[in-house]
């Protein structure tokens, strides 16, 4: 378990990466506020009773309040009947997906525990402390919201800011970091508009750290300037891809 932010009250915390194999490495963060808990993005099921008890160690599972899905993918939802069984919390995600969670087989005593954000964002209660859902449609999934926490100034910025293969929790030297992200960012993150867009949504914010779903941490103003500037430059996703759309001559080899 990693601490990214401590004042006592208000708790940021990484907890450790139990993904392996063949699964692809993801980051699940706790975020707490006067003895109340959110989790987010807490996976599929061979991490979930690590979190479960790990979270019943730092706050009481009984605390915690919300789960935040930031969009649709099985590294994010497909435990959400344990989470919604075990615990009493809220679980929230875009309106989009409400109709397709439940295919990873949710019980009906806890599916209107689901609720749906609209594209607009919101607004939460978490202890005493308002979090942010910002919008972050396109990046990757059609539906999908990030979350700011004012207190922390962290932006949780799900799959954007991806990086897999590096070995590191921290950036360093984000010129050096660039490589095990370009990839990820280039197929996954659907438009340069959206990137374009969200750079002036969150540049009115006050971040110190980006923290991904996936890979290393960006942290420090500098470090985070220089990512909102990277990906305000990029070209994603359909911008390069209309070679792609011809029908195929080629065999599937396997
Ligand atoms: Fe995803």
Do not use: C
């Amino acid at each position: 378990m990693e601490t990214l932010f401590d004042n006592g009250v208000h708790k940021n915390l990484l907890l450790e990466d139990f993904g392996h194999g063949e699964m692809v490495q993801a980051n699940v963060h706790l975020i707490v506020d006067s003895g109340k808990g959110m989790i987010l993005d807490p996976g599929g099921h061979k991490v979930f009773k690590h979190l479960i008890q790990e979270i019943g160690i730092v706050i009481g599972i009984d605390n915690l309040e919300w789960i935040f899905f930031s969009h649709q993918d099985p590294d994010i939802v497909a435990a959400a009947n344990g989470w919604l069984m075990t615990t009493k919390a809220t679980a929230i995600a875009s309106k989009l997906w409400l109709r397709f969670i439940p295919h990873f087989g949710v019980d009906r005593l806890v599916i209107d525990r689901i609720k749906g954000i609209d594209d607009t964002g919101t607004i939460i209660k978490l202890g005493n402390t308002d979090m942010y859902i910002l919008p972050a449609h396109w990046m990757h999934s059609p539906g999908n919201f990030q979350v700011y926490d004012p207190v922390s100034k962290i932006l949780y910025s799900g799959d954007l800011g991806a990086s897999l293969g590096q070995d590191y929790t921290f950036v360093s030297n984000f010129e050096e970091h660039i490589k095990y992200m370009e990839g990820f960012h280039r197929r996954y993150i659907s438009s340069g508009r959206a990137l374009r867009n969200w750079a002036k949504m969150v540049r009115q914010l006050d971040i110190e750290i980006i923290a991904p779903q996936h890979g290393a941490i960006l942290k420090g103003k500098e470090m985070v300037n220089k990512f909102i500037r990277w990906v305000e430059n990029l070209e994603t996703g359909v911008d390069l891809m209309d070679e792609v759309y011809k029908v195929p001559v080629q065999r599937f080899k396997g």
